[in-house]
């Protein structure tokens, strides 16, 4: 996992974590802004697989 963080912030040019050695003191803010991002994505994410399932349900009711 600390491969793909180091990978994602080298990517964006940014900290996301406050560090000391390789501990995890916390978030930098550009991390906790990121974080918002992220949240938003995968709710909208789970929100287009419900409005999927409800249009695949509702399309076997009709046939």
Do not use: C, Q, Y
């Not at 390789?22 to 918002?36: A, D, W, Y």
């Not at 994410?45 to 399932?53: D, E, G, P, Q, T």
């Amino acid at each position: 996992m600390s491969r793909h963080i180091r990978e994602l912030e080298e990517e964006l040019g940014i900290e996301i974590f406050i560090r000391r050695g390789k501990r995890l003191l916390g978030m930098t803010e550009p991390g906790k802004e990121l974080l918002v991002v992220a949240e938003r994505i995968l709710n909208d994410a789970n929100n287009i697989r419900r409005l999927a399932n409800v249009f695949t349900k509702t399309m076997w009711v009709n046939w």
